[in-house]
Each structure stands twice: as C-alpha cells, then as structure tokens.
C-alpha cells in the first residue's frame, strides 16, 4: 500500500461511522452491517463502517460503507438486465435509497469452488443438509464442474445461519416451489455475470450471497447488496491454477482475510467473545477493500476523510430525505 494511502486510511480511522440515529428518516432496523430506515414507500439503506465475522459484529473499518456501497451500486448497474434491483436513489458515498421488498425467508448462496464453510461442512458431514450428492474426493478450493446453490436459513440476529435443502425450503413452506425455482434460476445468472465481469479484471468471483425478495407488485427483485466483499469471495485468478495444485492458500481479496486472522492470532471462529480488532487490521482491510474496489469499479479509491455521520445527514437534508432541523 502507498503512503500517501496508508495515512489517510489511518487518519480515518477515527472518523469512521459505527453507528447512525436520524428518527425522521423512518422506522430504524439495525443490521450487522446496515441501518436501515423505513417508511411505506421507501428504505434509505445507510452502509456503516462496521465489519462482522462468523455472525459478531467486531469494530470497524475505514471507508468499508462507502466501499460497499459503490461496489454494490455498480453491481446492481451490471446486473439490472437479469433481474430488476431495490435501488432508486444514491443520495451519498455511504446512502442507497431502496424499494421495499417481501424479503424470502433463505439466503440464496452461488458457489463455483468449495472452500470457506462448505469446505467445513464437506469434511465435517454437515453439508448433507443440502442433499447436493458432492463427490466424495473433492478437494479444498476446486472448482465445481457448474456453479451450485447452498441455500442457507436467515436466522435471527445473533443466531447463525444454517444450510437447508431446497426439498426443505419448500417443506418447511419457507417458498413456494414456483419462487424457488425461478429464484434459483436468477441467482445462477446473477453469479454468472459477476463471474464474467470478475474474470474481465483478473478475478475470480468464488462464491456470492443473494437476498431475493418480491416487490409491491410481486416482481422478483434482487435487495440489500450484490457482488461486495462482504458478500462475496474474491481470488486472483492467476494464481489459483498453481496454488490449487500445491495446496496452498488463494491470494484473497476479501473478508477471509479477516476470518484467517480471527483464527490465527485469536483463534475465534465465532464461539466466546469476540477479540478486539487492532488499528493495524482495521487499516490493512481498509487497504484490501480499497483495492478490491480499484479493481471492479475500474477507477483508483480517493479517500474523502472526516466524520462520515455528519456528511450523511448533511446529503440526506440536501436530498429532501430529512427535514431541517
Ligand atoms: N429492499 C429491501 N427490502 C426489504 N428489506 C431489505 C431490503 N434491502 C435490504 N433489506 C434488509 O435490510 C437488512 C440489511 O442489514 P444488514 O445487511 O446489515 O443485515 P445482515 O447482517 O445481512 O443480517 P441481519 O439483518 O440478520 O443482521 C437485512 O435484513 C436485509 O434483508
Ligand atoms: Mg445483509
């Protein structure tokens, strides 16, 4: 990382918005990442800066937000021909303003390669909850001879998700058979143009988190973020082919990263309480996103430091979203 980088990713890290409170902008719900506000016809869906691993919330991270935020507005740009997206308005770096839609009750995971925790499941026997008959010699980080779905349960905040089958998301009567299928379809195609445009800059797109939901008028709609590193693994494709074969780790540009160290220097994988990020981490994952970001949305990251929370409700009152006050 440059200098000139290193310091303003450092000088942020002071700055960086943990958490947000404007009342007039609806009806809030925390996420572990997003404050979200609700009124009928609209969410303006506020990116922080904070950053979780195995389901904690851990501290924060410089930029993270609008990082996010940008990559998924190009991702829902690149995406818009396959299925219609929750975006209406993009009022600042951190803000999309969003259509409210019926979320499914299922997190629609896309996988190209078995790694992260269905590699955990694989050699652990849990992955046969989704009834997927996987080959009994893969190996960690192959590729799949086509990409899969591992849907997963959304659970209650504080639980953590849990694989499901598709006979059981019907079963259960999470979603119809019919929404399932299409749901599935365009997650696949979904993944499929994030690979495409991932390969374009050297990457490879690994495997990729969808929120599905269905609009006021019961289009399928594709919310919440697409194709980010927090929902999404990345891998250097130059280096898989030669890495794979001498069974070492990928080059990651994502929040692996971040779980790897969770484990090495703490080893927390998500049981007891979560260790504290140092400043050094929270600059070095700064810098992973920042360079992510150079890479898919195809122009440098220019830090604009200072409070973030205060430029926010400022482009919100500019936007009309909040009333002076
Ligand atoms: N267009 C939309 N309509 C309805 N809900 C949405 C929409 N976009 C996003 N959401 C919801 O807003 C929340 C965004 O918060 P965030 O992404 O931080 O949550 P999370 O960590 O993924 O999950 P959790 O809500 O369990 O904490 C999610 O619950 C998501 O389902
Ligand atoms: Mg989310």
Request: glycine share 8%; with cysteine; net charge negative.
């Amino acid at each position: 990382m440059s200098d000139d980088l290193e310091a303003a990713l450092t000088a942020q890290l002071a700055h960086t918005l943990d958490d947000t409170d404007f009342p007039g902008l609806g009806q809030r719900y925390r996420g572990k990442v997003r404050d979200v506000y609700r009124t009928g016809e609209r969410l303006v869906v506020i990116t922080t800066d904070r950053v979780s691993a195995f389901d904690h919330i851990l501290g924060t991270v410089p930029f993270k937000g609008q990082i996010l935020t940008e990559m998924a507005k190009a991702g829902f740009e690149t995406t818009a021909d396959i299925l219609p997206n929750h975006v209406l308005d993009h009022p600042d770096p951190n803000v999309l303003v969003a259509r409210p839609c019926r979320p499914y009750p299922v997190e629609f995971v896309v996988r190209g390669y078995i790694t992260g925790s269905l590699w955990r499941d694989y050699q652990s026997g849990a992955a046969a909850a989704y009834e997927l008959d996987f080959a009994a010699d893969l190996k960690k980080d192959q590729r799949f001879a086509r990409p899969i779905l591992t849907p997963s349960t959304k659970a209650e905040q504080g639980a953590h998700d849990e694989p499901i089958s598709k006979r059981a998301i019907v079963e259960r009567g999470l979603m119809t058979a019919a929404q399932l299928e299409a749901a599935e379809a365009a997650a696949l195609a979904l993944y499929r143009r994030g690979v495409e445009r991932a390969a374009d800059r050297g990457l490879i797109l690994v495997d990729t988190k969808y929120e599905l939901g269905e609009d006021a008028d019961g289009r399928l709609t594709v919310i919440d973020e697409i194709h980010t590193p927090d929902s999404s693994r990345y891998w250097r494709a130059e280096s898989y082919p030669a890495r794979f074969e001498a069974g070492q780790p990928q080059a990651m540009l994502d929040k692996e990263n971040l779980r790897q160290w969770l484990i090495d220097t703490h080893g927390f994988s998500g049981h007891g309480p979560p260790p504290r990020l140092s400043d050094d981490i929270r600059v070095r994952l700064a810098a992973r996103y920042a360079e992510l970001y150079a890479l898919m949305v195809g122009r440098p990251f220019t830090p604009q430091g200072g409070p973030v929370g205060a430029r926010i409700h400022r482009n919100l009152r500019a936007a009309g979203l909040l009333a002076d006050s």
